[in-house]
């Protein structure tokens, strides 16, 4: 995987507030992608220091293999404090850089409404930053770069889907990379009061899956929203049967 940004390119970047959060909310979608040929990327935008459990050094190697399970090409944190996300301009240059070294043409962002305040934060400052970045008097020393398309991860939001992906394929890989965070995710006494307990952790997450893929007619899904609305080019292609 690419340590440097200027190294590589994507197609898709997603952009989460914590390690582990991509993981459960689009892997499966990431997964899809790259089958497809395409390059995926990762911007987590805090260390993690403020978990219950673990440590930022310990979620960094557990980042790492999850990524390559995920088949994504390169993957990066910010240290945005954890827990205290701002969107504030200082913070939104940040990931403009990002975004003008990365250069994808869809980005993935959390939903806007979330009970964590640094997802609900990390969708406003995410998508600000996807404007700024194609400002050409937004100085960081690289050409500007503006996103195609920026949809939002709602798999923990109570809202309709735009649209789900069909992630069905890639079921066992995307619960592989969510329990890569040993650290979090394993059975411990701390936070054991949070956390759902190891041992229903897939029950938990095949169900959300299961539940979104019946939605669109398929086995499991992950759920996106998008702002805008879609345009389509041929009734008779639509995949979805209404009865």
Known sequence: MPSEASEFRADILAIA????????????????????GLRTAILDLTQGEAGTRGTADERAGEAVE????????WRQ????????????????????????????RVVILPYWRARHPDHA?????????CFLS?????????????????VYASLYADVRPSFIVDI???????HQALMAYRSQY????????????EEEIRDRTFAEARHYGLLAGVRFGEPFVQKEVGLVD?????????I
């Open 168 to 174: 069905t394929p890639f079921i066992e890989q995307r």
């Open 186 to 197: 394993a059975n411990q006494p701390a936070g054991s009061d949070l956390f759902v307990p």
């Open 234 to 242: 041929d009734l008779t292609l639509l995949p979805v049967q209404s």
């Open 17 to 36: 507030a914590h390690r582990d959060d991509v993981e459960q909310t689009c892997g499966g979608t990431l997964l899809r992608m790259a089958a497809r």
């Open 77 to 104: 944190a910010l240290d945005l404090p954890d827990g205290a996300i701002a969107n504030n301009l200082e913070n939104r240059v940040a990931v403009v850089r990002i975004l003008r070294q990365v250069r994808p």
């Open 66 to 73: 999850a990524a390559r399970i995920l088949g994504v090409g």
């Open 121 to 129: 934060i990390s969708a406003t400052l995410g998508a600000e930053a």
């Open 134 to 150: 194609g400002l050409k008097r937004i100085d960081t020393g690289t050409e500007p770069h503006r996103p195609f398309k920026i």
